[in-house]
């Protein structure tokens, strides 16, 4: 797992039934691209997070696949539909296999 | 011509200057880019300003004899020694300077007894620019400006101060420090520290003031210095923000802007909404308002040389019309303020000796000055002193807009040669480029200037180059503009396979290592003693 | 200008044959025309490699973005779940010299539209 990775959303704490919110979601990620090289000439080797994922209680909000080119610590906004009280699941895919998770919960009123 | 300092005097007068007729219900003070001159100083126009694609031949990128004939200007007039460069020297002997705050502070007390709750707006690049500025951290203008009691500014060289020291003094401001376009960088919200508005009451008149900082001030300027902030000219941003005052009551939308002349002119092609834009950063001064449909803007120049103020007359939430007036600051003219004198003595006192020290003086016939597109003799003397100084073969020197001039046999003092490179980035530094890369920077600065959509434009002059000659063809693109690249010692074409030593100053990257550029300056004018300059013909411009 | 501003490319950069590869790939070589795709960047990047961009449609199902100045152009594909509420993503991403981004969108109908903006990078310095 890649040190230092802390993913961190903004989600509001309640919507209206069927109200679109909007989310902003950071993980602090080098992005490392698989083009730059150290100082000795190698290549260092791509290390990125490729995939992004939004769902709430279950059902896709947005699915993002990721290549080198956005950059470090990825930045993600876009708009949700909440139908009813539930939880966000927010899913960052890591090259090396890691998964990092986080959840919001949100309430109608 | 010939101007006998009485002759010239007689014809101006304190009230002469601030004549006015009140008109309407409302009046704006627009001050902008001062620079940090708090005192008296010489300041002459640019020779050369040229406008591009839509902007051709159209103010502000007119000047000389051209520009007096649009504005019926006298040559040899108070407006003709205040607003272009012929016979700038010999008009400045009878004219004497222009600008200080103090006198600024008349004019402003001046316009407050006709109309009390008249409004100053200040457009920023207020805390840069002078030895005592850079000493103080600001602090100078802070204190001076406080004593006009301005009630809003916005913002650009502030941000060079570093992110921490600008939210102490904003966090103390007694008035707002406006910018819709100043936002958060890691989440894109707008920055709290900055308002995009605020509402004024005045001659029973709700008037809402936006302001907009320099939009590429992280490019134009070292970025890591205010990482936390993004900028950028967010137009739609903007017309929210009209949209929003005047959903809230507006009656006039006035925008502080430091966008830059052709930008705003852009903008307010695009924002639909805004009565008046106060505009800064290009630093031109207009004695008339340009019209974009029904927007006005009004440019006050720079470094306390102007003050501008309009008088609107606005009923039923409508600008119907508008009185306008730029003020030149004849120094010697208009009564310094005395309590604001007092204030601006007070904070060069614990730096007199250093400012006031005589490094070396001018000729007889060689004028100093920095405005204009390419280099001005102000940029030859400090290349010189980068190649001198750092033994290069060539120099860079960044087109800045903002110095003030020296005439001839006049001593340069230590304050004098501050006013013309201070910044927190000052260093000199040295390096090496290939003929390639150094193309490419040129190439680069030039699309700065002269690409033809105003939105690409940064609002500064091509970088100054000593030890180099080339030809630029201003109407070409990016890549195509520079030709004919040429090392002056030699004669040779610059190869672009070859490496050469290059002497610069004020590099945007962090690291940067080197001699305080006015360290270098100082030297290589204290070597000469005293100034003379070759006359600088080794940049061809076409399609002008 | 400065000494260390050498990692910038500062004169703009031409679309390679991989970016219309890549756009094949993504069309199944279906034409792509102008319509329902909004993108929005920066005239000029305040730093190429957090450049921020936004793609917006009233009903794409899928929307490829592409830096086609880039080593490897890709950047990113955005697919909407029924649960999103606009057709629109914000990102931030890495552009290695002044450029056309491009973003490519799937609508419903099985058609493609696609929007292109000019985003400059430069060197910097100066100023007025
Ligand atoms: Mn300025
Ligand atoms: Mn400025």
């Known amino acids: ?109 | 011509g010939n101007w006998g300092r009485l002759a010239a005097q007689q014809a101006l007068t304190q009230d002469k200057l601030l004549e006015f007729d009140t008109f309407g219900n409302v009046s704006l003070i627009h001050i902008t880019d001062i620079h940090a001159q708090l005192k008296p100083i010489y300041f002459r126009e640019p020779s050369v300003n040229i406008g591009v694609g839509g902007n051709k031949g159209a103010v502000p990128h007119i000047t000389g004899a051209d520009f007096r004939k649009l504005y019926g200007i006298n040559d040899g007039s108070p407006s003709a020694y205040a607003l272009t460069h012929d016979d700038f020297s010999a008009l400045a002997q009878g004219y004497g300077r222009v600008g200080g705050l103090d006198r600024v502070a008349t004019v402003i007390n001046s316009i407050r007894a006709d109309r009390p709750d008249a409004l100053l707006l200040d457009g920023g690049d207020t805390w840069h620019g002078s030895y005592t500025c850079h000493h103080t951290q600001g602090q100078d203008m802070v204190n001076v400006m406080n004593a006009l009691k301005p009630d809003a500014m916005t913002f650009h060289w502030e941000f060079t101060l570093g992110s921490e020291r600008v939210q102490e003094i904003v966090e103390g401001l007694p008035f707002a420090a406006l910018g819709q376009n100043i936002f958060d960088s890691e989440w894109d919200e707008p920055a709290e520290l900055f308002p995009p508005y605020k509402f004024y009451e005045t001659g029973g008149v709700k008037v809402a003031v936006i302001g907009q900082a320099f939009p590429y001030m992280p490019i134009a300027n070292p970025g890591w210095m205010f990482p936390e902030y993004s900028f950028g000219i967010r137009d739609e941003n903007m017309q929210a923000m009209v949209n929003e005052v005047r959903a809230a009551g507006a009656e006039l939308v006035v925008l502080l802007s430091h966008n830059g002349f052709d930008v705003d002119k852009q903008m307010a092609g695009k924002v639909t909404g805004i009565d008046v834009i106060l505009s800064g950063h290009t630093h031109d001064a207009l004695p008339e308002p340009v019209l974009v449909g029904e927007t006005i803007i009004v440019a006050s120049g720079s470094n306390g040389k102007f003050v501008s103020r309009v008088d609107l007359d606005v009923q039923n939430g409508r600008m119907m019309g508008f009185r306008h007036k730029l003020i030149p600051i004849f120094s010697d003219v208009i009564t310094p303020d005395a309590d604001v004198a007092k204030v601006i003595d007070a904070q060069r006192a614990p730096y007199v000796d250093q400012l006031s020290e005589v490094i070396g003086r001018t000729a007889d016939d060689q004028t100093l000055y920095r405005r204009g597109n390419f280099n001005g003799t102000w940029d030859d003397l400090i290349c010189d002193a980068l190649i001198s100084e750092r033994e290069a073969d060539i120099a860079l020197s960044p087109g800045v807009r903002w110095g003030p001039s020296i005439l001839p046999g006049q001593d340069i003092t230590r304050e004098d040669i501050w006013n013309v490179t201070s910044m927190s980035y000052g260093e000199a530094y040295r390096t090496e480029m290939t003929g390639e890369f150094l193309h490419v920077v040129l190439e680069d600065v030039a699309d700065n200037l002269f690409n033809p959509d105003p939105y690409y434009q940064q609002g500064g002059d091509m970088v100054r180059v000593g030890g180099l000659g080339y030809r630029i063809d201003v109407t070409k693109p990016q890549g195509d503009r520079i030709t004919e690249m040429t090392l002056l010692k030699t004669g040779e074409k610059i190869d672009p396979s070859k490496t050469y030593q290059i002497a610069g100053w004020a590099s945007v990257n962090e690291g940067t290592e080197g001699p305080p550029i006015w360290d270098v300056v100082e030297a290589h004018i204290a070597k000469q003693g005293v100034i003379s300059l070759d006359p600088n013909n080794s940049v061809e411009v076409v399609g002008a | 200008v400065g000494a260390a501003a050498f990692l910038i490319a500062g004169l703009p950069m031409r679309a390679s044959a991989a970016t219309e590869d890549l756009i094949a790939a993504f069309t199944g070589g279906a034409e792509v025309g102008a319509g329902d795709i909004t993108l929005t960047a920066p005239e000029i990047a305040e730093n190429g490699n957090t450049v921020p961009i936004e793609v917006s449609s009233e009903t794409a199902v899928e929307i490829l973005v592409l830096a086609t100045g880039n080593p490897a152009p890709s950047v990113a594909t955005f697919k909407f779940g029924p649960l999103a509420a606009s057709r629109a993503a914000s990102t931030r991403i890495r552009l290695a010299g002044t450029q056309d981004v491009v973003a490519i969108a799937k609508l419903p109908d099985g058609s493609f539209v696609q929007a292109a903006s000019t985003v400059k990078v430069t060197i910097g310095g100066c100023g007025g």
């Open chain 1, 1 to 109: 797992m890649a040190s230092g990775v802390k993913p961190r959303v903004k989600v509001p704490k309640s919507a209206a039934a069927g109200e679109a919110i909007t989310i902003k979601t950071l993980i602090s990620h080098k992005m490392e691209s698989g083009q730059r090289k150290d100082a000795d000439g190698n290549i260092i080797p791509r290390s990125i997070i490729n995939r992004f994922t939004c769902d709430f209680n279950g059902e896709s909000v947005i699915d993002v696949t990721m290549d080198p080119a956005i950059s470090t610590n990825p930045y993600f906004e876009f708009q949700a539909t909440v139908p009813e009280a539930g939880e966000f699941k927010f899913t960052w895919y890591d090259d090396d296999g890691s998964v990092y998770e986080e959840a919001k919960s949100i309430a109608i009123g």
